[in-house]
């Protein structure tokens, strides 16, 4: 229960970026349909993380919780500032036609967050990444450990990192106002990622369908309400969830699944073999690095011997 409340916090400090960057968003974003409510917790963590990146390595905060809130609250004035000078100052967000998109979204990411809550809760080991997940783990706390920026170099004392760190930086801040430690925040990390990526997946595809279906299209086919939403939630399958084959068909080779020939026919390296028989298979990959292929399942071929 403790781990699912310090999840529940950081799902709340998100919010609030996401709300520091909400004014920015209406202004930035009107002439969307959906008014860029979607890129709203995004663009909180970059712009709000840059401020306070900047700030910091100026010497004019320091890297707390005071620094990180003095940074977003800065970004809420801006954008408070831009609608009330521009002729978009509107209340966009209480049109009933929109109501739907945004309960959709807020749904959407706070599902999809739960869900890699789960996935990560089932596989919680900061390993099987080789020096990348140290390295990362130990920015992470590098950032966390640094009174100004750039922060400490974990391997070379005295000398500041000097490697890219702003992503970090931005998981360092959701985790210092959240007051969760580095080793859960890393996972909680991860699963901001995938829940991030889905809504602004739903949120860039809900845009696009709803912009072609209004506009002077003569091929545009009907798309209203509904539609769009599911034009949405079909974005975010294509992006986050089958965009890549190369983790199912791991499971499925070495579960044992499919003939010797089908596998052969894929000619995708280390799984072009004939897999082990089905009662000797498992659900989970035991190859080191199996789910290194999935970024590299292209390789060059031959013509002569095609």
């Known amino acids: ?12 400090i998100l919010q609030l970026f996401g709300l520091a960057a909400l004014p920015l968003c209406l202004w930035l974003f009107h002439r969307l349909p959906d008014r860029g409510y ?9 712009v709000g993380g840059w401020l306070f990146w900047l700030f910091t390595t100026l010497g004019w905060t320091h890297n707390t919780a005071g620094g990180i809130l003095t940074a977003l609250a800065l970004l809420c004035i801006a954008g408070l500032l831009l609608r009330t000078f521009a002729s978009t100052s509107s209340p966009d967000l209480n049109r009933p036609a929109l109501r739907p998109v945004v309960v959709s979204a807020e749904l959407l990411f706070a599902l999809s967050f739960a869900l890699w809550c789960l996935v990560r809760a089932y596989m919680p080991r900061i ?8 390295m990362e783990i130990a920015f992470l706390r590098a950032v966390l450990r640094s009174t100004t ?20 930086v931005m998981m360092a801040m959701v985790t210092r106002l959240a007051a969760v430690p580095p080793s859960i925040a890393f996972n909680l990390g991860i699963a901001t990622l995938f829940a991030l990526t889905c809504s602004g ?29 599911v034009g949405g939630l079909l974005g975010v399958l294509l992006v986050a969830v089958v965009g890549n084959w190369g983790g199912l068909l791991e499971v499925l080779h070495a579960r044992g699944i499919g003939p010797a020939a089908f596998w052969q026919w894929l000619d995708i390296r280390d ?9 000797q298979g498992s ?23 095609i």
């Open 127 to 134: 390993e099987t990444g080789g020096g990348e997940k140290w």
């Open 271 to 279: 799984l072009d073999t004939a897999p082990v028989p089905f009662s």
């Open 1 to 12: 229960m403790g781990e699912v409340l310090l999840a529940l916090r950081w799902y709340l």
């Open 38 to 46: 979607g890129f709203a917790r995004p663009l909180g963590l970059l």
């Open 283 to 305: 659900w989970i990959p035991s190859r080191f690095f199996w789910w290194w292929r999935a970024s590299r399942v292209v390789q060059d071929l031959s013509l002569i011997h």
């Open 201 to 229: 997946a739903f949120s860039l595809v809900y845009n696009l369908v709803a912009a072609f279906a209004s506009g002077d299209y003569p091929l545009a086919p009907p798309c209203k309400g509904r539609g769009m939403l």
């Open 149 to 168: 920026f750039p922060p400490y170099d974990p391997w070379l004392s005295g000398f500041a990192i000097s490697y890219y760190y702003f992503g970090y």
